[in-house]
């Protein structure tokens, strides 16, 4: 199961580092990632995959959301099937 | 691939854009639980409830975090409460009673079908289950009720439109001490619909099967945002954005109610793309309609820009869902669009022009508030009023009002929650009793006979 994770905020040093190592502990892997500065904001979007996720996924979000908190920074994860639903015909 | 724009501009609609589906409501036939004594049928329907709803609220919780859309509402329909109480005439409340403690027992938000089915005429159970409708919306929590009272095949019940008139005013006097509030959980139909998700409407009709799952989208918030970013088009330009916004929409809600479905082991029913407004700014149909370009909702062209709204609206989800039902298009509750709520206060908004918008909307005279003083053949006048626009134009229409007890033009009547503020509308004061009390049906209109 894949699922896009989203990272928002303000850019600052060991954002990646800090998502990512959360990611590996919980045995989730990533298997895309772009960055970019967008309207003086990082942004982040990675593709992971999920199946082998030590977390369920609702805890999994409620997890990287608290990070985001601890960073200072917005953390999404949404199962990729609503982005595909809403952009692919 | 994704691009990233795609990706933020998905969570800036749920983050900036109130985007959100509004309820999952779960269809409950509840025809093979009647039994031959009110007390036993209520026993089974509640049993059938709990039993078939268990998950409801769980399964909506956890589809919300996974796709990252909150998910406003839980919700269940049944089968038209009248016939269940067919059998135990004057005991309808025993019913009711096991309705409402089986919604609060699985944890949704309301459970909707309190309702009977009198357009073309009205059973004695039918008359004594609409007489116990008052009493019941006094004293339950979760319970909406609903009659339908006429449809372009039958024509319209002018005699269930009297007792209606009656019904809301008794309603009101019985929930005074909570401004009426009673009546802000029934609505009157013409061709109501079987398959509605929203509130107060919904029932679960009976060419319905056992379990569904119907879900409504809301979203008048990312029709506002999408218009604000072509300040210039023409107006065909205009409806084509509202219609890829309806698309996009409508694809989340499906996407939910076939999860849905799936997890909690019931069939498929319909996605309802309905623009539903709620009382916070950045969430109104009002707002849409004056971002189009009328200075204030309720202003003349109020009607053509609706009329183009409801139809890009309806347009975007048809293509985005296999199975498009119940209301889907804009509703225009004035209590619950702060943009409705505004201009009614400055005197724009008038219940005329409501009543023209309701001919080119999906929905009617919704959430609206009116002198507590107000005559009850007038309140069905009114109704008379809506029901012709539907039967005409083979439409849904409906009325939900609110006789504010002890409240007069000027004054303003506070719901909370969804249901929001209203400042109470004039009434026209001109009798229509003579009209009303003449009673029977009214024809069906010649399109109303196609075979």
Do not use: W
Not at chain 2, 237 to 243: L, Q, R, S, Y
């Amino acid at each position: 199961m894949k699922s896009i994770i989203t990272v928002i905020g303000k850019d600052k040093a060991g954002i990646i580092a800090k998502v990512s190592t959360k990611l590996a502990d919980n045995n989730i892997n990533i298997e895309d990632i772009s960055q970019t500065i967008m309207q003086n904001y990082f942004t982040m979007v990675m593709l992971v995959e999920i199946s082998n996720s030590k977390l369920d996924f609702t805890n999994l979000v409620c997890e990287m959301k608290a990070l985001g908190e601890e960073i200072g920074v917005d953390v999404y994860v949404q199962h990729e099937d609503v982005f595909n639903s809403m952009h692919k015909i | 691939m994704l691009s990233n724009n795609e990706i933020l501009e998905t969570i800036n609609m749920v983050k900036e854009e109130h985007f959100d589906v509004r309820t999952i409501t779960m269809g409950i036939s509840l025809l093979p639980c009647i039994r031959e004594s009110a007390e036993k049928t209520a026993d089974a329907v509640y049993d059938t409830i709990c039993k078939r709803a268990e998950n409801i609220v769980k399964v909506g919780e956890e589809l919300s975090a996974m796709y990252g859309v909150p998910i406003v509402n839980k919700r269940i329909s049944i089968t038209p409460a009248s016939l269940l109480t067919a059998n135990f005439v004057g005991e309808e409340i025993v019913l009711a009673r096991a309705l409402d403690r089986a919604a609060k027992t699985v944890g949704v938000d309301f459970l909707g079908g309190y309702s009977a089915l009198v357009h073309k005429s009205m059973t004695a159970a039918e008359r004594s289950f609409i007489n116990s409708i008052p009493e019941v919306l006094a004293t339950t929590d979760k319970l909406c009720s609903s009659v339908n009272v006429g449809t372009t095949r039958s024509g319209i019940n002018l005699d269930a439109i009297k007792l209606i008139g009656e019904i809301i005013k008794k309603s009101a006097d019985l929930t005074a001490d909570k401004d009426g509030f009673g009546c802000a959980k029934f609505v009157v139909f013409c061709n109501a619909v079987e398959d509605n998700p929203f509130m107060a409407g919904a029932f679960h009709g009976i060419g319905e099967g056992d379990t569904v799952i119907n879900v409504g989208v809301s979203g008048p918030g990312v029709v506002h945002h999408a218009l604000k970013n072509v300040p210039d088009a023409d107006i065909t330009e205009v409806a084509e954005v509202i219609k890829k916004t309806a698309f996009k929409i409508t694809r989340v809600g499906q996407l939910i109610a076939k999860e849905a479905a799936k997890r909690l082991n019931a069939e498929f029913g319909i996605v309802d793309l309905s623009l539903a407004p709620t009382p916070v700014v950045g969430d109104s149909v009002g707002h849409v309609l004056e971002e189009m370009g009328i200075e204030t909702v309720g202003g003349h062209g109020t009607t053509a820009a609706l009329a183009i709204l409801n139809d890009a609206v309806k347009k975007g989800g048809t293509m985005a869902s296999p199975r498009v039902g119940g209301l889907s298009g804009a509703f225009i509750p004035v209590s619950e669009d702060i943009g409705m709520i505004e201009s009614t206060a400055a005197g724009v908004l008038t219940l005329s022009k409501l009543e023209a918008m309701t001919a080119v909307c999906s929905v009617g005279i919704d959430m609206v508030a009116v002198p507590g003083d107000t005559p009850a053949s007038t309140i069905s006048a009114m109704i008379a009023d809506e029901m012709a626009i539907g039967m005409v134009n083979s439409k849904t229409t409906a009325v939900r009002v609110i006789p504010v007890p002890g409240k007069t033009v000027g004054d303003y009547v506070e719901f909370g929650g969804l249901l929001g503020r209203a400042p109470i509308m004039q009434v026209m004061n001109v009798s229509a009793e003579k009209f009303i009390n003449r009673g029977g049906k009214i024809p069906a209109p010649i399109h109303g006979n196609k075979n």
